[in-house]
Structures are given as structure tokens and as C-alpha cells.
């Protein structure tokens, strides 16, 4: 089984930032896809970013790129998503998943990340 755990959301002032980690354990097999989704509340879940294996490729929604960076240490099995000038807009709960290759099949519980104005 492989286990997410998102930590690092908490709540910010417009134009602030925040760094969320997720760390990877368990049986995660080799050079897998990482990435984050987030939820507002009454919408659906929607893609941020994804990362490679190496982390030499990366891809963002249109609307985040710019302020969202994301990267990863596999030493450490940790993925990072760093998000810049935040804006209210950017409230929701910030789920990473690990990819198998073909789909998107497991979730971390996700982590609250609140930008007030």
C-alpha cells in the first residue's frame, strides 16, 4: 500500500505564500508521476501541477502558472508545491496523488489551505 500525507495548509493573507509537503511511504514502486488537485467548496476536484520522476518535467494549470511551483526530493520521498501571491480564490482543501502510469490512484487526505482578503 502506498500512504500521502499532505501537511503545511493553514491560513494566509492575500498575497502571502505557503510551501505544502507530501510525504510519500509504502510500496510506491519506481519513477512515478506525482501531483496536486484542489477543492473548493461546491466545486469539483481540479488539477495544480504535476512533477516526473526526476523532476525535469513539470505541468500547471494555466490559470496557477506563474505563482505555483512544484518539485520533489526523492531522497526524501517528499513532493513540495510552493504557491506564491495568493488570492482568496485559491481557497481549498490540496490533495496530492501519485500516479501509476496510467491513472491517478491514490490520495492523500489533504491539507486546508484559507487566503483571506
Known amino acids: 500500500q502506498v500512504q500521502l500525507v499532505e501537511s503545511g495548509g493553514g491560513l494566509v493573507q492575500a498575497g502571502g505564500s505557503l510551501r505544502l509537503s507530501c510525504a510519500v511511504s509504502g510500496r510506491t514502486g519506481s519513477s512515478y508521476v506525482m501531483g496536486w488537485f484542489r477543492q473548493a467548496p461546491g466545486k469539483e476536484r481540479e488539477f495544480v501541477a504535476a512533477?516526473?520522476?526526476?523532476?525535469?518535467?513539470?505541468s500547471y494549470a494555466d490559470s496557477l502558472k506563474g505563482r505555483f511551483t512544484i518539485s520533489r526530493d526523492n531522497a526524501a520521498n517528499t513532493v513540495y508545491l510552493q504557491m506564491n501571491s495568493l488570492k482568496p480564490e485559491d481557497t481549498a482543501v490540496y490533495y496530492c496523488?501519485?500516479?501509476?502510469?496510467?491513472?491517478?490512484?491514490?490520495w492523500g487526505q489533504g491539507t486546508q489551505v484559507t487566503v483571506s482578503s
Open positions: 512533477i516526473s520522476w526526476s523532476g525535469g518535467s513539470t
Open positions: 496523488s501519485l500516479n501509476s502510469g496510467t491513472a491517478w490512484i491514490y
